[in-house]
């Protein structure tokens, strides 16, 4: 099945620092998502993203699909970015509808 | 609220029990799904449904069964519960028609076999 790889594995930061995220894939795919799972568990759909660039206030991403990978940027952290952010794709293949998630980068933002 | 809604949220089962786990959403969504979170190895995922009355294994789906009789509701039921499967389990769902569908989930039932 398909690979995903998410990088850095953990990520301490102080408030107000910008941050990268990169997850790399192994196949092609139709859809990939970027998650934010808060302290309590919650999981929070920040964007789908399968090409291209988007952002949402402080939250960015771009997707370069030709090359797999996709990159999460954070700019101005403050602490309630803590958590932990998951990558998730679906592969091209037709009929294939199983998402599968990245073992995820654990950010810590420090007041 | 429009979501996705789980019950329990906390479960205590002993080895052998049996019990299932509700999703329910509210968003007409087709597409619905399980997963299950073990640390350090990310949200696996372990059956999911394009409809009702379909449904397919995902990752790990051994030990666990599904149905989905109605487009809202989508059990996940554990046959006879094993300390393998103590996890926190979530549920998703997205709607599949037009573009750009990213998934809701649900706030998750964290269950312990014992």
Known sequence: GIQVEQSPPDLILQEGANSTLRCNFSDSVNNLQ???????GQLINLFYIPSGTKQNGRLSATTVATERY?????????????????????????????????????????? | ???????????????????????????NHEYMSWYRQDPGMGLRLIHYSVGAGITDQGEVPNGYN?????????????LSAAPS??????????????????????????????
């Open chain 1, 34 to 40: 970027w998650f934010h799972q808060n302290p309590w």
């Open chain 2, 66 to 78: 599904v149905s989905r009789s109605t487009t809202e509701d989508f059990p996940l039921r554990l």
């Open chain 2, 85 to 114: 499967q103590t996890s926190v389990y979530f549920c998703a769902s997205s709607d599949r028609t037009g573009g750009g569908y990213g998934y809701t989930f649900g706030s998750g039932t964290r269950l312990t076999v014992v």
């Open chain 2, 1 to 27: 609220n429009a979501g996705v809604t789980q019950t329990p949220k906390f479960q205590v089962l002993k080895t052998g029990q049996s019990m299932t786990l509700q999703c329910a959403q509210d968003m």
């Open chain 1, 70 to 111: 996709s990159l999460l940027y954070i700019s101005s952290s403050q602490t309630t970015d803590s958590g932990v952010y998951f990558c998730a794709v679906k592969p091209s293949n037709f009929g294939n509808e199983k998402l599968t998630f990245g073992t995820g980068t654990r950010l810590t933002i420090i007041p």
